[in-house]
């Protein structure tokens, strides 16, 4: 399994996608976890999602959008994590 966070711009700042996607011919399933910091001078503030997700072979798949809103000097790090049987087995951030 790959993944990746995608990065979308909107009029108050962006949304930020967790994805994943099989490259396999068999099916894959797992768990996965999104979570986002955001730091700056209003404060800090954070945003985790959590699920379970199932793939067909050659599937791509959005788990889960998230809005955030910035201001200048904000710093914004997301963190995607990806677990099938036990095992991390991707892992993106931005």
Partial sequence: ???????????????????????????????????????????RSSSMQEGLFALEPGEEQRLSTVSVSVGRGDNVNATLVIVSEGEEVCFANI
Avoid: H, N
Wanted: proline residues 5%; contains cysteine.
């Fill in 1 to 43: 399994m790959k993944c990746k966070i995608d990065k979308q711009p909107t009029a108050r700042g962006f949304q930020l996608s967790g994805v994943v996607w099989s490259e396999t011919a068999a099916p894959g399933s797992g768990r996965y976890r999104l979570s986002i910091l955001k730091e700056g001078a209003s404060g």
